[in-house]
T-cell receptor, first 117, second 113 residues
Framework: AQTVTQSQPEMSVQEAETVTLSCTYD???????LFWYKQPPSRQMILVIR??????QNATENRFSVNFQKAAKSFSLKISDSQLGDTAMYFC??????????????FGKGTHLIIQP | NAGVTQTPKFQVLKTGQSMTLQCAQD?????MSWYRQDPGMGLRLIHY???????DQGEVPNGYNVSRSTTEDFPLRLLSAAPSQTSVYFC????????????FGPGTRLTVL
């Protein structure tokens, strides 16, 4: 079984600052995917960024980037030029790779990110 | 495409009552799943299905039943609701063997008194 740990229950930064959210995971799998999901007050789950474990290059999506350290089982999310709309719960999630199939997500407990004006 | 839809959005039950949470997707996704989200917790997998006629248990299946008679629909049944089942429930779907993004419905907030 996999576990995902987010050690920062809440973080607060000023608008336009850069913030990094931490995530560590534990697994015996070699092929897997890691995700960051955003959940605003509307409670809709929104995919922010995705990383395939076999790719050494860190994923980036506009202002969002990850630092994926496979050996350390670490997967942090960096948000640059933070905006008020980034205020939300952020969940780190793990999915093991299934050939030709799909699997469930294992989530961390989340980090509540607050962007102050 | 409507994506993943869930009904109802809110529901209040009394202990011992039964109900079905509905989930439908119009993306022809093979994989569908149900999660629950409790305060201070991430989402936890209840049941999942890899295709019509096939279901399996996730991390927290007790007290819930599912069936998958069509590709589009994946209802979640509570046979005898308990206060411990008070939660927000999310349905998700995913195309099998593709880019592994799961698409989530808007959630159902369930309160069991």
């Amino acid at each position: 079984a996999q576990t995902v740990t987010q050690s920062q229950p809440e973080m607060s930064v000023q608008e336009a600052e850069t913030v990094t959210l931490s995530c560590t995971y534990d697994t015996s799998e070699n092929n897997y995917y890691l995700f960051w999901y955003k959940q605003p007050p509307s409670r809709q789950m929104i995919l922010v960024i995705r990383q395939e474990a076999y790719k050494q290059q860190n994923a980036t999506e506009n202002r969002f980037s990850v630092n994926f350290q496979k050996a350390a089982k670490s997967f942090s999310l960096k948000i640059s030029d933070s905006q008020l709309g980034d205020t939300a719960m952020y969940f780190c999630a793990f999915m093991k790779h299934v050939w030709g199939g799909a699997d469930g997500l294992t989530f961390g407990k989340g980090t509540h990110l607050i962007i102050q004006p | 495409n409507a994506g993943v839809t869930q009904t109802p959005k809110f529901q209040v039950l009394k202990t011992g009552q039964s109900m079905t949470l509905q989930c439908a997707q119009d993306m022809n996704h093979e994989y569908m799943s149900w999660y629950r989200q409790d305060p201070g917790m991430g989402l936890r997998l209840i049941h999942y299905s890899v295709g019509a006629g096939i279901t399996d248990q996730g991390e927290v299946p007790n007290g819930y039943n599912v069936s998958r008679s069509t590709t589009e629909d994946f209802p979640l049944r509570l046979l005898s609701a308990a206060p411990s089942q008070t939660s927000v429930y999310f349905c998700a779907s995913q195309r099998r063997g593709a880019d592994n993004e799961q698409f989530f419905g808007p959630g159902t907030r369930l309160t069991v008194l």
